[in-house]
């Protein structure tokens, strides 16, 4: 869905006049830093040393606070840093409170192959585990559907914040400029 919503940026960026070459005009602090990031959330994934537990934790900790970081220098930019804020935060809740890990719906739960669903129960698959009756905020945890896996509410809000955030970087000239020019 991350990369949907860049796709889509910038193809609305470039369609009304901007261009990733103006990215400094944009004035943004720490561009650099959503990349360790996606990193830290990514690390658990490729060594399995960082699937559970303490490591896991430090990994979404570095994520998370890396995010609100970058969030914070550029909280001018106010479409992005409501939108992704408010779903870096919804994000870090579920998951601190829940081990460090995102809990999947039942009803998700069940929409996933006969092999997903049990490698997701089994808990072979790094930061998620299965809702269960002692599951906390399950509202804010993957409870959305999609093509190709699941969603959570704080994952649409990081969507929309990083589509801001894109053409906030391209500074479209034309119609949109009145739109996203805050960010």
Not at 89 to 97: M, R
Request: hydrophobic share 55%.
């Amino acid at each position: 869905m991350f990369l949907w919503s860049v796709l889509i940026a910038l193809a609305v960026g470039w369609t009304f006049g901007g261009r990733l070459a103006r990215y400094e005009k944009a004035r943004m602090r720490g561009l650099w830093m959503p990349f360790p990031a996606f990193l830290a959330q990514s690390l658990p994934n490729w060594v399995p040393a960082f699937s559970d537990g303490i490591p896991a934790a430090i990994c979404i900790v570095i994520c998370y606070g890396t995010l609100a970081l970058f969030l914070f220098q550029n909280r001018r930019l106010r479409k992005t840093f409501w939108f992704a804020g408010s779903g870096t935060l919804c994000n870090f809740l579920v998951i601190a409170l829940n081990d460090f890990c995102m809990p999947v719906s039942q009803r998700v739960l069940s929409l996933l192959s006969e092999e997903g669903a049990r490698a997701l129960t089994a808990g072979e698959i790094p930061m998620y585990c299965a809702a269960g009756p002692d599951t906390r905020l399950l509202f804010l945890g993957d409870i959305l559907p999609l093509p190709g896996g699941f969603a959570s509410v704080g994952d649409l809000l990081l969507a929309v914040g990083a589509f801001f955030c894109i053409l906030c970087l391209m500074r479209p000239r034309k119609i949109l400029h009145w739109w996203i020019k805050n960010g």
